[in-house]
């Protein structure tokens, strides 16, 4: 079994910047890829980022593309979400998945998830 839990959320205003950090425990996850993806109110939850094993592959959603880089660090076990220019429509609750696939830019296709963590962004 995984265990993800996020950290780094919080409240910043439009324009800030803020780092999201993934850390997993239980069982390592530098074979998997790992995923960022995103719930706002009365939403589905969307795909925001992902990136392969190794680092070596990244996805983005185009509403953050530009904006946002997800990095991992395997030592670590810990994957990352560093969101710039952060825009009042960024507001959700963020997830942080991990997937046996390569690589997995839609949400049912991660098998590990975290508890989520809140992202506010006011104008």
């Known amino acids: 079994q995984v265990q993800l839990v996020e950290s780094g959320g919080g409240l910043v205003q439009a324009g800030d910047s803020l780092r999201l950090s993934c850390t997993a425990s239980?069982?390592?996850?530098?074979?998997?890829?790992m995923g960022w993806l995103r719930q706002a109110p009365g939403k589905e939850r969307e795909f925001v980022a992902s990136i392969n094993w190794n680092g070596g592959s990244t996805y983005y959603a185009d509403s953050v593309k530009d904006r946002f880089t997800i990095s991992r660090d395997n030592a670590k076990n810990t994957v990352y979400l560093q969101m710039n220019s952060l825009k009042p429509e960024d507001t959700a609750v963020y997830y942080c998945?991990?997937?046996?696939?390569?690589?997995?830019?839609?949400?049912?296709?991660?098998?590990?998830w975290g508890q989520g963590i809140q992202v506010t962004v006011s104008s």
């Open positions: 239980g069982r390592t996850t530098s074979s998997y890829a």
């Open positions: 998945a991990a997937t046996r696939r390569p690589i997995a830019s839609i949400r049912y296709q991660y098998d590990y």
